[in-house]
């Protein structure tokens, strides 16, 4: 341990002892750069540092009740069944305990102690973490930044202009922490400035349109649980306000970058889709590469300030948060379309999200979109499906002009639908390829059958309207098929196969 006294005079392993004594075992701590956990039994108790930073002054008693009182509120909403309540601190001859007698000395927050390995931080490490688990967190922000607060008129201003300020200076932070970097540093400061300015109006109008809530505010994988009964996260900011009331898309970024930060790019890109299903929120494609940076390079100053501390720098140290920032906002970028070509049952979605985890593509799919846009009765009627490829198109050239790659999981069975996303991809200046997925008729109904009994997708179509769809298609035409990367849908096909034949197919595109 760095240190046995704080907390103006609390003795941490006093209380420690204290604590063994009563639980009859031995008491873990928990140090991070603001807090202590002392881990007792069924219960852990989170005591803050008396601390002061730029970003947070803990100095005072008070000042720590309130922040006590501030999580036990702000976490109860992702994690009402792990906070408990604010218990106090108390001295007396034999030291000090736990809500005793003797005079108040500090607070802590009691939480429900969770099992050794539930995190996402020690899944990604141990190789345990999975996609149903990246799903389910998707979920769950999802619909909880869809219900957070939003901010007033001036703190949703505020969010939008100091959003850029703040990346420059913890970029100078990390510059300071990590000499020898320099060149490096400089080039991502000359990227943080010009984007900030770039997107300054992009900001200001979502946070007109309420995009700025309360939000969580650090959503690194430490903080992210997975229990038998779901997953969820804890740990929100407490203790400084402009950084919770922010643009939700730099919240969820912030899961995304770590686990990109752990080497896990296909799950980064993976919940980056699955929560942009969930919210809708494609008006916010072109922040997420500058929100991913920024988040980083929190995470980088973090390290730093835990090394500053006397503790380890954590994993992924400081030098593998600046690696994906670097990557993500210097490295050269490869945006390219591709859509699918394919009746329900073929499989387009299954492949799709396989491609787009591979190549880091942002994956738009019609079935989610069409409900966002269309009542049911009116959901597959010809003016739905148009307006919904135009919608498909906007997105796709969003995530297009921001570097991203697209591909667009839709029937695109009217040759005309082909055409208009060939003719985009043309103007947009990026390679364009058709996915023609192709399989017999009687096991897409066998298929169809079996989804719809399962009930786990969003696809509305059975067995009629597979028909339907089958007599009305218009098959790709010769010159199509100059664009086409045929898919054998009856046969179960690897990932990585079809990432390297699109990789090829797009560089020839390019030679061209």
């Not at 999981?409 to 390679?431: H, I, T, Y």
Request: positive net charge.
């Amino acid at each position: 341990m760095a240190q046995t006294v704080g907390f103006d005079g609390v003795d941490i392993q006093a209380l420690r002892g204290w604590l063994a004594r009563r639980v009859g075992a031995e008491v873990g701590v928990v140090e991070t750069h603001l807090s202590w956990v002392l881990l007792a039994g069924e219960f852990a108790y989170k005591l803050k540092k008396p601390l002061a930073l730029p970003f947070v002054d803990a100095t005072q008693p008070a000042q720590r009740l309130r922040l006590c009182e501030e999580e036990l509120r702000l976490n109860r909403r992702l994690a009402p069944d792990l906070y408990l309540d604010v218990c106090r601190i108390t001295g007396g001859p034999q030291g000090p305990c736990i809500d005793g007698d003797g005079p108040v000395l500090d607070h802590a927050v009691r939480m429900r102690r969770f099992a050794a390995g539930s995190l996402f931080s020690e899944r990604a490490v141990a190789g345990t973490l999975v996609p149903q688990d990246v799903d389910r967190l998707a979920a769950r922000l999802g619909a909880f930044h869809t219900d957070a607060l939003r901010a007033d008129a001036a703190t949703a201003a505020a969010a939008a202009a100091w959003r850029g300020p703040v990346a420059l200076a913890c970029c100078d932070a990390v510059a300071a922490a990590l000499p020898g970097r320099g060149a490096t540093m400089n080039a991502l400061r000359d990227w943080l400035s010009g984007e900030a300015g770039r997107l300054a109006p992009a900001w200001r109008a979502r946070a007109a349109a309420g995009r700025v809530r309360e939000c969580h505010g650090d959503l690194h994988l430490a903080n992210l649980l997975v229990e038998a009964d779901g997953v969820t996260a804890f740990d929100g900011i407490e203790f400084d306000p402009a950084l919770r009331w922010i643009d939700i898309v730099d919240d969820a970024a912030f899961a995304a970058m770590d686990l990109r930060a752990h080497r896990l790019p296909a799950l980064a890109t993976r919940f980056a889709n699955a929560w942009i299903d969930a919210t809708g929120d494609f008006d916010g494609i072109p922040l997420w590469r500058f929100a991913l940076v920024a988040r980083a390079l929190v995470r980088a100053q973090v390290a730093g300030i835990r090394r500053a501390q006397g503790g380890p720098a954590g994993w992924p140290h400081a030098q593998s948060y600046l690696r994906v920032a670097a990557t993500l906002a210097l490295a050269p970028r490869r945006p390219r379309l591709l859509i699918t070509h394919g009746l329900p049952g073929s499989g387009k979605s299954a492949l799709a999200l396989a491609l787009a985890e591979r190549i880091g593509a942002l994956r738009l799919r019609s079935d989610v979109l069409r409900r966002r846009l269309h009542d049911a009765p009116t959901r597959y009627a010809d003016a739905a499906t148009r307006s919904t490829y135009a919608a498909l198109r906007e997105h796709a050239g969003r995530a297009i002009a921001a570097g991203w790659p697209v591909v667009v999981d839709a029937a695109f069975l009217q040759r005309g639908e082909r055409d208009d996303f060939a003719a985009a991809a043309q103007a947009w200046g990026v390679p364009f390829a058709v996915l023609d997925l192709q399989a017999p008729l009687a096991l897409l109904h066998e298929r169809v059958r079996a989804r719809r009994a399962r009930g786990d997708d969003p696809s509305e179509a059975d067995g009629e309207v597979l028909e339907r769809l089958a007599a009305r298609q218009q098959p790709l035409a010769a010159d199509e098929l100059l664009h086409c990367i045929a898919i054998d849908a009856a046969r179960p096909l690897q990932a990585s196969t079809l990432a390297a034949r699109c990789l090829a197919f797009s560089a020839a595109a390019c030679r061209c």
